[in-house]
């Protein structure tokens, strides 16, 4: 059975429990409740940061329960699940396990503390582990990697696996809601606590001050908490935090992965021609290594562009062909070339309007629409954060960027002006990268 419009449903749920059980005050905690998935006959249901047994009695919780089943129809029996931290969840990509990470002289530590890590939850000796590197090195691999095993070997312990994004999403989140304390407690109480580029945080002095006081909790707590922690710099090099904290950041295991070497780097290249099925011989795998950056999402994309070349347009993979898509090492990167200055620049000329409009306050659809659009390709085509977005076009928030990246990520599934527009820009941008 399929529930196209969760929303509605919800509330006509709500409706009923409002009119059935004396909540005592809590009608507007629970209006703000939803649900987040219905698959196969389990009922997941958002309940905003709360342990829903933390609200109310057992009692009470039956009825909600009972409302729920008696509005939604299923031939099984339903399952339910309150789960109070989706907003911090990072999906996690199956194939991308430690074993698959491909192991060279400068990261085999890494690997080895990972592994120990996601074997043994009775100690914390390697808390907090900070893993930093240029961006594109590995260390969300790696991370992925972490929960994976854990997640494997340790069922029933609980884990908060950030990106530096997600933390910043789920901590305004909480302080619209009203719910920071309640944030705040969730947040110091698990067994493995991650933050994937924890410079994303930078400058932002309420973020960073409400980390480190979850971090002092989690660091100093009975349960042995893991501390995970992973940046494109090194503790002392972030800006905005202060000196105690980046002390703090040290006092666990600090590992830099470093460059690969050439070897490594034509495995990982072997490795994912393999994931695409692209047949690429000695040669060819040499000249990728040679002329390609060490970023390893470079490097995929560049294969994924050959794979399409291959598949779609039926062209041979050939040195001429990986030439005209990276040129030397002389040309710019291919990946991290485009800047978000470029991108603003390429929509204005599109859209016919200024820098200075497309900056400003205008909320105006002429104004406003390619000023969503600017944000979502930057989003898109760069590693710049949703923050440093915000700053380029004329200081908006964090908040603000994600609800301009979704908006337009729907539009472009829903409205065929719109998906030629993007397509258009991205040709018109110049970049490598296949669109999705």
């Known amino acids: 059975m399929l529930f196209t419009n969760l929303s509605f449903l919800w509330n006509n749920i709500?409706?009923?429990?409002?009119?059935?059980?004396?909540?005592?005050?809590f009608e507007s905690i629970l209006k703000k409740f939803s649900i987040l998935n219905i698959n196969d006959n389990i009922i997941t249901i958002f309940s905003c940061f709360h342990e829903i047994e933390s609200l109310f009695d057992k009692n009470v919780i039956d009825n909600i329960n009972n409302?729920?089943?008696?509005?939604?129809?299923?031939?099984?029996?339903?399952?339910?699940k309150y789960q109070p931290n989706y907003i911090n969840k990072v999906k996690i990509n199956p194939n991308e396990t430690l074993d698959s990470f491909i192991i060279n002289s400068e990261n085999r530590l890494s690997i080895a503390v990972a592994k120990k890590?996601?074997?043994?939850?009775?100690?914390?000796?390697?808390?907090?582990l900070f893993l930093h590197s240029d961006t594109g090195m590995g260390k969300s691999h790696i991370i992925n990697g972490i929960v994976l095993e854990y997640t494997n070997n340790f069922p029933n312990d609980k884990i908060l696996h950030y990106s530096g994004e997600?933390?910043?999403?789920?901590?305004?989140?909480?302080?619209?809601?009203?719910?920071?304390?309640?944030?705040?407690?969730?947040?110091?109480k698990c067994r493995l606590f991650i933050i994937d580029d924890i410079h994303i945080l930078e400058n932002n002095e309420n973020a960073i001050s409400e980390f480190n006081l979850i971090f002092d909790s989690l660091y100093s707590s009975h349960n042995k908490s893991q501390i995970i922690i992973t940046s494109n710099k090194s503790p002392e090099k972030l800006e905005g935090f202060s000196d105690s904290l980046k002390g703090k950041l040290q006092w666990g295991v600090k590992l830099e992965i470093l460059s690969h070497n050439r070897s490594t780097k034509e495995n990982i290249i072997k490795s994912i021609c393999k994931k695409y099925e692209l047949t690429c011989n000695h040669n060819l795998i040499s000249y990728i290594a040679n002329n390609c950056q060490n970023n390893v999402r470079e490097i995929e994309g560049l294969i994924k562009t050959l794979f399409t070349h291959?598949?779609?347009?039926?062209?041979d993979i050939t040195i001429n062909l990986i030439n005209k898509l990276i040129g030397n090492k002389t040309q710019r990167k291919i990946n991290h070339s485009i800047t978000g200055e470029d991108i603003l620049y390429n929509v204005c000329q599109y859209f016919n309007i200024s820098e200075i409009d497309i900056?400003?306050?205008?909320?105006?659809?002429?104004?406003?629409?390619?000023?969503?659009?600017?944000?979502?390709l930057t989003k898109h085509l760069t590693n710049t954060s949703l923050q440093e977005i915000g700053k380029i076009y004329g200081g908006r928030d964090h908040s603000t960027v994600k609800h301009s990246n979704d908006k337009i990520k729907n539009l472009y599934n829903l409205d065929i002006k719109v998906k030629n527009t993007i397509n258009i820009l991205i040709k018109k941008i110049n970049s490598e990268h296949i669109y999705q």
């Open 166 to 188: 997600s933390f910043l999403t789920s901590y305004f989140e909480a302080v619209k809601n009203n719910l920071i304390n309640e944030w705040k407690n969730y947040n110091k």
């Open 359 to 376: 900056k400003s306050k205008n909320r105006a659809r002429a104004i406003a629409y390619p000023r969503q659009i600017g944000m979502y």
């Open 117 to 128: 890590i996601s074997s043994d939850n009775t100690k914390n000796i390697y808390s907090p």
């Open 310 to 315: 291959s598949t779609l347009l039926n062209e």
């Open 67 to 80: 409302i729920i089943k008696d509005n939604i129809k299923l031939d099984k029996n339903i399952i339910i």
């Open 14 to 25: 709500y409706k009923n429990i409002k009119n059935t059980i004396n909540l005592n005050g």
